[in-house]
């Protein structure tokens, strides 16, 4: 991950006071009284004057992210289990009574005299909890993702592709993406990304994309080798599987190069 500087970090966000406490994270005080720790340009904890804390990832669980939710206040835990972020209290970390709570972005908590209906935990309320991820939609983006690679390899990306797949700063919004896999329609620009976000190597590339040089060569041909095993096939199963998830799971918003990734 790129290391930001502390202007890069807090742009025209108002302040106060803002200070660098870890490796690409602020805390940012203002005038109201709130507190923020950002991390990257994602605000992973929000503390209001009013006693409550808003918790968010902007789609990008990564473990990073996690880490910095969890050190930086004291009042919940999150855990992960199967991909899926889990909500817990310190004094009583993987008991099953809690495993059910599933984290949110916009998640909050309230101390325990706040009149607001939510989930009641041992030292406050919960609000704006998640669901479990749909399992339907997990296993569609596996089965089109199993088939893509079966197309491979596949004409670079151009301007016929899917115009939100080529969108290059990523925050496009998610749910051409649904289409795409329901059509069956298996875009060059979005393996593109799915690579991008991977930091996949030139290999890679020039065996998934038939790019012709000036002499007529298609890398395909030369380089088809790096994704005929399983092992090669399945790494780009894979990108192409976390890329999706992330957006259409986790909803992420945008690329790696702005906000925490998860690899």
């Known amino acids: ?73 004291d009042k919940i835990f999150i855990y992960q289990k199967h991909r899926v972020w889990y909500v817990t209290t310190r004094d009583s970390m993987f008991n099953d009574k809690y495993q059910s709570i599933v984290f949110a972005d916009g998640m909050t908590w309230w ?3 706040t009149l607001v209906v939510g989930i009641k935990i041992k030292n406050g309320i919960l609000t704006g909890t998640g669901k479990a991820p749909n399992k339907k939609l997990i296993a569609s983006i596996r089965k089109y993702c199993r088939d893509f690679v079966k197309q491979l390899p ?23 993406l649904l289409s795409h896999i329901e059509e069956k329609y298996y875009v060059p620009s979005l393996l593109a990304r799915a690579m991008d976000n991977a930091d996949a190597g030139k290999a890679y590339r020039w065996a998934c994309f038939k790019i012709t040089d000036i ?18 096939k399945k790494q780009v ?23 925490p990734g998860m690899y």
């Open 1 to 73: 991950m790129p290391r930001l500087t502390k202007a890069e970090i807090l742009g025209d966000t108002p302040h106060t006071l803002a200070r660098v406490i870890q490796n690409n994270t602020l805390q940012i005080f203002q005038e109201d009284g709130t507190q923020i720790i950002r991390h990257f340009h994602t605000d992973c904890l929000t503390f209001k004057p009013d006693g409550s804390i808003i918790f968010n990832t902007d789609g990008h669980k990564s473990s990073t992210t996690k880490l910095r939710i969890n050190e930086h206040q």
């Open 111 to 113: 101390p325990e005299d």
């Open 154 to 176: 596949v004409n670079p990306p151009d301007g016929g592709d899917c115009w939100y797949c080529s969108i290059l700063n990523g925050n496009e919004p998610n749910d051409h």
């Open 215 to 232: 002499n007529g060569n298609v890398s395909s041909d030369s380089w088809g080798y790096v994704i005929k095993n399983d092992y090669g």
């Open 237 to 259: 199963e894979r990108w192409l599987y976390n890329y999706l998830y992330r957006r259409l799971i986790d909803g992420a918003t945008s690329n790696r190069l702005t906000s």
